[in-house]
């Protein structure tokens, strides 16, 4: 650990200077670090360089060494909720680029300026708390939507159960261990905004790490004790006459029980059911097959002949790990996805990262805005949708048509040797229509190898030795692996949940799932999903912090009720309405919603109905507390 001021000199060429330039400010007090020639100049899909010349750079690191030194000997921070115009330079500052009013408060929030955050439950009044202990919540799923509604109903002091089919808590990240999985959003954004993880290995850490995080954070909060593992939550019905929820739960041997809540709130994500692909002869093949989200650890696949039916996300993460290992590789492709260039993907975090992250206050809030702002507000003019473009259905802008060319240049400077690949990795749609991967230069490597062949032809069939593609050639192989992704549009299918007068969920939706907010529905009281529909984020951030606002709005609803007396609500349908012809109307004017695009992100009927259409700052506005006005509220009596 650094303990001279040369030292701490030293370990500072690991950081993001402006990040620190701005913890700077209110550790010294001195707005000077935000000299206008130290602004940096970003590119956009690098890493972070600043454009500060290394002289200047010299300077900066050794003048924060000095304030860093002393702060770590007792000296006070000097200016720890800075005004509002201080915080204005400081957010253009660490951007590079004047960034909008309307995001002071949210950034005075994230930073926890004013000693809370709105994310806190605020449960304070006797008569408050003692209606919240009276209530009763259900959640369903234990990863990471789940723990957080957990910590933050106890938080309030509402009891609740959370149950979760598996046998520990995290979800995804307990479920999908395929060679090579990992977040693809980088870790200081993706955790919670309340508990930070300064040692993180990796800047996108591999699966058991992600895990482990999860765990810590289970055992930390003592969730445990709340959960019920390896119990499956088979339906939920509304109760008029006594407005609760009667849920039947089966537990792994089989025996089922019913218990009630007064609201039932499902985390269960929008990708957590393996989708297959329709193709004939679907189950006829004779050697292990299996889907990438459930990997058979079983299965040796060293020196076997391997077929990968699927290019998504989690292909593009298990091909490189296998490809050394196997025999042959036959890798079908249907549609390319497009790869954004991160060269640290598989980097570790310097350890003089790991150190300014956890002695330097504030660094690591700026740092995560950093995060924020050039992997998501700051990128999503580049896939906004011009409607005057004439310039083809391969781009929606000019800036989109630009960010196309830097892709199609990484592509094309990766393949000198092999120009045969560069028009089947190529995507004819626009950047940001679909799902973006990122990468390192492993995908395209690994499709070099001599072992590997990259098929684009369509699979007729599947047979007992393999698959049949469209031009009659037989492709013989001794596992078959499907990359095919989720069954996305298909929200809640393996729950039966019944609202006011027996309505079915699912047939009220009749397969087109919408929401208000993507938390409630109406005629479905006191039922809240996190991470439902219209709630996706494409090239905007890290799905933690829209679970983070969804659970402090429903947070927020179960208080109103507690302070009004309702047993119930439900949004107006009008209200309902309203919201989802919006975003409807804002969906079509991004690259996702261009009518010349299909992907997971638009259902059977064609309607993106995974999406949020706005900016993260919106869903932080409109998620801050649940208005009144939008809702019925019913008291008991009422409602029987």
Not at 424 to 449: E, F, I
Not at 454 to 473: E, F, N
Not at 550 to 568: F, Q
Request: proline content about 7%.
């Amino acid at each position: 650990m650094p303990q001279t001021v040369a030292q701490i000199e030293e370990t500072l060429k690991d950081a993001h200077l402006p990040a620190l330039m701005c913890a700077m400010v209110q550790m010294t007090g001195d707005a000077d670090w935000l000299k206008s020639e130290w602004t940096p100049v970003y590119n956009p899909l690098s890493r972070g360089d600043t454009g500060i010349p290394e002289a200047e750079q010299a300077k900066i690191r050794k003048r924060a060494a000095a304030a860093i030194h002393a702060h770590l000997e007792g000296r006070p921070l000097a200016l720890q909720a800075p005004p509002t115009e201080t915080i204005r330079r400081q957010m253009d500052f660490v951007a590079g680029a004047e960034i909008p009013e309307q995001y002071v408060d949210f950034l005075v929030d994230e930073l926890v300026l004013k000693g809370r955050s709105s994310k806190d439950p605020h449960f304070e009044a006797p008569k408050l708390q003692d209606a919240a202990r009276r209530l009763k919540v259900l959640v369903v799923g234990a990863g990471m939507s789940g723990l957080l509604t957990g910590i933050r109903l106890a938080q309030a002091g509402v009891p609740f159960e959370i149950v979760d089919k598996n046998a520990d808590v995290g979800g995804t990240w307990y479920e999908n261990t395929y060679p090579g999985c990992r977040v693809d959003n980088s870790n200081h954004m993706y955790s919670y905004s309340f508990e930070p993880n300064h040692a993180w290995p990796q800047h996108f850490s591999p699966q058991p790490v992600l895990l482990q995080y999860f765990q810590g954070i289970a055992q930390k909060y003592d969730l445990k004790k709340h959960i019920r593992f390896e119990t499956l939550v088979e339906t939920v019905a509304w109760d008029e006459a006594r407005s609760v929820w009667r849920a039947t739960l089966k537990g792994k041997d089989g025996k089922t029980e019913v218990v009630e809540a007064n609201a039932v709130v499902t985390a269960v994500g929008q990708l957590n059911r393996p989708r297959f692909p329709d193709i004939e002869g679907m189950g006829s093949f004779e050697g292990p097959a299996f889907h990438s989200a459930e990997w058979r650890h079983d299965v040796d696949l060293k020196g076997k002949r391997v077929i990968v039916i699927g290019t998504g996300a989690s292909a593009y993460q298990f091909v490189p790990e296998i490809a050394p290992d196997v025999a042959n590789l036959k890798v079908f492709q249907r549609n390319p996805p497009w790869a954004l260039p991160v060269p640290h993907y598989h980097e570790d975090v310097p350890e003089g990262m790991k150190w300014t992250l956890e002695h330097v206050p504030y660094y690591d809030k700026w740092y995560r805005f950093w995060l924020f702002w050039m992997t998501t507000e700051g990128f999503l003019p580049m896939v906004k949708s011009d409607p005057q473009w004439n310039g083809g259905p391969g781009a929606v802008s000019e800036m989109n048509a630009g960010l196309r060319d830097m892709a199609i240049a990484g592509f094309a400077a990766q393949l000198a040797e092999r120009p045969d690949l560069l028009p089947k990795v190529t995507p004819d749609y626009p950047v940001g229509g679909k799902r973006a991967v990122l990468d390192n230069g492993v995908w395209l490597g690994a499709l070099k190898r001599d072992n590997v062949e990259l098929i684009t032809d369509g699979i007729v069939r599947i047979t007992p030795k393999g698959v049949v593609t469209a031009d009659g050639q037989a492709h013989e192989a001794d596992v078959l692996i499907y990359g095919t992704g989720f069954q996305a549009s298909n929200f809640l299918s393996f729950l039966k949940i019944r609202g006011r007068g027996g309505q079915d969920l699912h047939e009220a939706w009749g397969g087109d799932a919408r929401a208000y907010l993507g938390i409630t529905h109406p005629r479905f009281p006191n039922l809240f999903t996190i991470y439902g529909p219209n709630t996706n984020i494409v090239v905007n951030g890290s799905i933690i912090f829209f679970s983070e606002c969804a659970v402090r709005y429903i947070v927020g609803a179960l208080k109103l009720l507690a302070e009004t007396g309702a047993a119930a609500m439900e949004p107006k349908q009008a209200v309902y309405d309203d919201f989802n012809r919006r975003v409807d109307e804002a969906n079509a004017g991004w690259a996702w919603g261009s009518p010349h695009v299909s992907s997971w992100y638009k259902n059977q009927f064609g309607r993106v109905s995974q999406n949020w259409p706005f900016g993260l700052i919106d869903y932080w506005k409109a998620t801050l507390e649940p208005n009144p006005d939008d809702f019925v509220l019913e008291k008991a009596h009422e409602a029987a």
